[in-house]
């Protein structure tokens, strides 16, 4: 990314904005774990996808000088996806998504209803039985 947000260095990177408007990054700061929610730009079917428990590592910054030249340097944080404590890892939609669930995916973590769909997977598999 070309910058790391100031709501994403303050709320989860732990960094402090003092009252002169200057952002600091403390050894004592604590990282918050975060869902993330994308899709990739130019996916034909638009596939929105969720990674439930994220953190990120401090950014990396980078700059150079060159006469005459002007080049963008971006921030860069190395992301690591874990499980929630119910096993969850990720969720992404389908062809099949509900549409209120498409258009709502970026406004609340999507949290998928297993029970439902392991009894659904059950009653398919019977009906392949018999």
Not at 42 to 47: E, P, S, T
Not at 84 to 92: A, E, P
């Amino acid at each position: 990314i070309a910058l790391v947000p100031l709501e994403f260095a303050t709320d989860i990177l732990g960094e402090k904005l003092d009252e002169k408007g200057v952002l600091t990054e403390t050894n004592t700061a604590e990282v918050s774990q975060f869902a993330l929610l994308f899709e990739f730009s130019g996916d034909k079917n638009k596939i929105r996808h969720c990674l439930f428990c994220c953190s990120a590592s401090r950014p990396a910054t980078e700059s150079s000088t060159i006469e005459d030249e002007k080049e963008v340097k971006t921030e860069t944080l190395s992301l690591t996806a874990t499980a929630l404590n119910s096993g969850l890892v990720k969720t992404k939609t389908c062809e099949k998504t509900d549409a209120e669930v498409y258009e709502n995916w970026y406004k609340a973590v999507y949290m998928p209803n297993l029970a439902a769909a392991v009894q659904s997977g059950k009653a398919s598999a019977a009906s392949v039985k018999a």
